[in-house]
Nanobody
Framework: QVQLVESGGGVVQAGGSLRLSCASS????????MGWFRQAPGKEREFVAA???????YYADALNDRTTISRDNAANTVELRMSFLKPEDTAVYYC????????????????????WGQGTQVTVSS
């Protein structure tokens, strides 16, 4: 059974940075792309970033200049770093595992992710 567990959320001041981590278990982590999504209050869940098995990185256009996704296949973890945080970054952040083994493309719709973490709340205070 695949499990994803996020950590690292909390309250951050505007202008600060965050580091979220997601630990994966239950399948061959290195064979799959991993992603981060977020859902702000009253809004739909949106794509933040993804990293393929071959370590190609993709970001939401609006977040590209202040977001970094990375993975550690030895530790089965994926990390998200964001800087220059704004109140509008307040959201529940979700880690997700792609369903497509060795996918190396650039399309990451929500339905391509088979596994989701429980989410971690990030609140940016002004």
């Amino acid at each position: 059974q695949v499990q994803l567990v996020e950590s690292g959320g909390g309250v951050v001041q505007a202008g600060g940075s965050l580091r979220l981590s997601c630990a994966s278990s239950g399948r061959t982590f290195g064979a799959y792309a991993m992603g981060w999504f977020r859902q702000a209050p009253g809004k739909e869940r949106e794509f933040v970033a993804a990293i393929t098995w071959s370590v190609k990185r993709y970001y939401a256009d609006a977040l590209n200049d202040r977001t970094t996704i990375s993975r550690d296949n030895a530790a089965n973890t994926v990390e998200l770093r964001m800087s220059f945080l704004k109140p509008e970054d307040t959201a529940v952040y979700y880690c997700a595992g792609d369903r497509r083994p060795y996918y190396d493309g650039s399309s990451f719709p929500e339905n391509s992710f088979a596994y989701w973490g429980q989410g971690t709340q990030v609140t940016v205070s002004s």
